[in-house]
C-alpha cells in the first residue's frame, strides 16, 4: 500500500505562515491526486486542497487566495503553504493521495497520520 507522512505543523501567531509537506511512499502504485484535508475537534473534515497529476488544483473557498498547494511528482511529495493564518485554521491537517495500483485502474484513497496546526486567538 501507499504510506503517507506529513510534517510542519505547529504553532503559529494569526498573520504568519506554516508550510507543510507530505512523502508518499510504497511500491506498485501510481499517485493520481493528492491534497490536504484538516479537521478541528468536533468538525468533519473537510478539504483544503488538492492537486493532480497534471497539476490543476482547487481549493477550499475559506483559504483561496492564502493557501497554495504545490506537487513534485518526481518525490511523491505535496506541499502546503499556508499565509495570513487565522485562528479558524486551527485544526489537525491530513495528507490525502488517490493512487492506483499499477495493475488497476480503480483508485484508492490514502491517509497521513495528520499534522496539528494551531493558530491562537
Known amino acids: 500500500q501507499v504510506q503517507l507522512a506529513e510534517s510542519g505543523g505547529g504553532v503559529v501567531q494569526a498573520g504568519g505562515s506554516l508550510r507543510l509537506s507530505c512523502v508518499a511512499s510504497?511500491?506498485?502504485?501510481?499517485?493520481?491526486?493528492m491534497g490536504w484535508y484538516r479537521q478541528a475537534p468536533g468538525k468533519q473534515r473537510e478539504l483544503v486542497a488538492a492537486?493532480?497529476?497534471?497539476?490543476?488544483?482547487n481549493y477550499a473557498d475559506s483559504v483561496k487566495g492564502r493557501f497554495t498547494i504545490s506537487r513534485d511528482n518526481a518525490k511523491n511529495t505535496v506541499y502546503l503553504q499556508m499565509n495570513s493564518l487565522r485562528p479558524e485554521d486551527t485544526a489537525v491537517y491530513y495528507c490525502?493521495?488517490?493512487?492506483?495500483?499499477?495493475?488497476?485502474?480503480?483508485?484508492?484513497?490514502?491517509w497521513g497520520q495528520g499534522t496539528q496546526v494551531t493558530v491562537p486567538s
Open positions: 490525502h493521495a488517490e493512487a492506483s495500483r499499477v495493475y488497476s485502474r480503480a483508485p484508492d484513497d490514502y
Open positions: 510504497g511500491s506498485w502504485f501510481r499517485i493520481n491526486t
Open positions: 492537486m493532480s497529476s497534471g497539476g490543476s488544483s
